[in-house]
Structures are given as structure tokens and as C-alpha cells.
């Protein structure tokens, strides 16, 4: 009798995990890079950096400013203060150097918008406007050719100028070869430099655990988020006019975020609401008899 025998293939191995990587190398290469910026740009405030995974089910973050989100304690126990948040994602720094020094300069214009008292987005934060491109201008950047539905001009770029300006920052944030989020959609949409491995266990992409619900933090920005996936469209959504909420000693109210309160919210079927959208406007023909104003989406996205 003849045996034949077959070699066993060899099994994957799981990938190691590494201990001695911590976040504190992130935030201080983070941190320099920032100070670099307000080298160039003083009037550009100190932040408070975090970062983390900027993936939810809206998409993937790259960044966002978040107005006085700390409070801050003095070593003299007087009153605490506040300070700003500057978020950079996981994924964005799997893109290299320059992705993450424009990325840091769009926050930057942000941050420069609030100390100036410039309205730079609406739409919850979502869209961009113009007075934002002239600040990103101002810092070393291009805004796009036309607007985007949704996020308006966020698309700015950086220039071949101010790359130039921060090559050692740049290089810096390339030598020194950050831990990063590995996501192929972020690689792909983030047009990096730097070359990207998974380095996940098969089977195992969506590891962690959360806690609550996820989403666009309100305050925040998506500072060139990518491209939202696609949703089921909602059979009803809110509406709101130009209405204000008001106290007894007539001040606009304000909800938790700081912004005012609408004074007439309403539930509108889809159907009622295209039924009396002229000529392929989005106004859904409803005027308000009260502000004179037309309703409008209290969220931009629910189309």
C-alpha cells in the first residue's frame, strides 16, 4: 500500500499586538505640529489635542474644533477655565504628513473664525461657507471650484507654498511613523502618501466597543469628511421657519449647544413636503404667516 501525503497548509497567524506604543508620542507630534501653525499664525489659540477613530455611520471624520470644550483647573485653585478642542482622527493620520498638516490648517481656520466672531459654517456645522475659505486662504490653503451639496466649501487644499512652509513639520510627522487607524475607504478617499497596512486579526475589522450612540458631535466639524454613505430617506422629518424662542424678558433661548432655540418645529410627510415644492425648490411651499419667512429643513440631509 501507498501513502500519499498532503502538506497542511500553514495557518494564518494573528497578528501581535504591541505594547509599548502610546498615545502620548501622538499627541505630542500633534502638538507640535499646532505650534508650528500659530509660529506662522499667532492669533490662532491653544488647543487641547485629543484624537481617536474618526469612523461613525455618517462617515469619517478627519477633524473638527470644538469651541471651549475643556474646562481646566489652575494650580492656584482659583476659578477654572476653558479651553478649545482640536480632534485629529486615527485614520487621518494613516495618511501621511501632508494630509494631516492641511486637515490641522482647515481646524486652524476654524479656530481663527471663533476668535475673530466670524460665522464660518451653518447647517449645524456641516456647511462651509465663504467667509471660511478666505480664513483657510489666509493660512495656506485653496478652496474648491464650486461648493458640495451638504459641507459647501470644505474641500480646501493645501498649497504648494505652505507645504513648503511645513516640510520639517511635514517630515517630521513622517519620520516619526505614528501609530494610525487603518481604514481602506479612508485611504482611498484621503488621497495620502504614506504606504498603509491593516495589521487585523481576519474576521476582526470592527473591533471596540462603544458606548451610546454615534455620530456628528454636535459643535464639532467634519473638516473634509468623506463622502457620507447612502441611507434609507426618511418618510418624515422636521421643519422649522425663522421663528425664535423667547423668554419672559424677550431673549432668544438657547438649547445645549448654544444655539437658538426654533420657535415652530413641525412633523412633515415627504409627500406633503414635495407636494408643494415649486419648480424643483426646496422649500416645500410652506410660508410662515407669523415671521413671513419660508419652512425649511430643521436637518440639511433629510432629502
Request: glycine share 14%; net charge negative.
Amino acid at each position: 500500500m501507498t501513502a500519499t501525503t498532503t502538506a497542511i497548509p500553514t495557518q494564518a497567524q494573528p497578528v501581535a499586538e504591541i505594547s509599548y506604543e502610546h498615545g502620548s508620542r501622538i499627541i505630542t507630534a500633534l502638538e507640535a505640529a499646532w505650534a508650528a501653525i500659530r509660529t506662522q499664525h499667532p492669533e490662532v489659540p491653544h488647543v487641547l489635542m485629543i484624537t481617536g477613530t474618526g469612523r461613525s455611520r455618517a462617515g469619517i471624520k478627519w477633524g473638527h474644533f470644538g469651541e471651549k470644550r475643556w474646562t481646566v483647573e489652575t494650580d492656584t485653585g482659583s476659578r477654572p477655565g476653558r479651553t478649545h478642542e482640536l480632534f485629529a482622527g486615527g485614520e487621518l493620520l494613516s495618511l501621511g504628513g501632508l494630509r494631516t498638516v492641511q486637515t490641522l490648517l482647515h481646524e486652524a481656520a476654524h479656530a481663527l473664525a471663533h476668535v475673530r466672531g466670524i460665522k464660518d459654517t451653518s447647517s449645524d456645522y456641516r456647511y462651509h461657507n465663504r467667509r471660511f475659505v478666505k480664513l483657510a486662504e489666509e493660512l495656506g490653503l485653496v478652496g474648491p471650484a464650486t461648493p458640495a451639496n451638504v459641507i459647501g466649501w470644505s474641500d480646501c487644499t493645501i498649497t504648494d507654498a505652505a507645504a513648503q512652509r511645513y516640510a520639517e513639520v511635514i517630515a517630521a510627522l513622517d519620520t516619526a511613523r505614528l501609530p494610525y487607524v487603518h481604514d481602506p475607504i479612508a485611504v482611498m478617499l484621503g488621497k495620502g502618501t504614506r504606504p498603509t497596512t491593516g495589521g487585523d486579526d481576519e474576521g476582526n475589522d470592527e473591533g471596540g466597543t462603544s458606548e451610546g450612540g454615534e455620530g456628528t458631535e454636535p459643535g464639532g466639524d467634519a473638516g473634509g469628511d468623506a463622502p457620507q454613505p447612502s441611507k434609507k430617506r426618511p418618510t418624515r422629518f422636521l421643519v422649522i421657519c425663522g421663528c425664535i424662542e423667547r423668554d419672559d424678558d424677550g431673549n432668544p433661548k438657547l438649547d445645549k449647544d448654544g444655539r437658538e432655540k426654533p420657535g415652530r418645529a413641525i412633523q412633515i410627510s415627504r409627500k406633503s413636503w414635495e407636494f408643494g415644492t415649486v419648480d424643483g425648490g426646496d422649500e416645500g411651499g410652506l410660508m410662515c404667516g407669523r415671521c413671513k419667512r419660508p419652512f425649511r429643513k430643521a436637518d440639511p440631509d433629510a432629502d
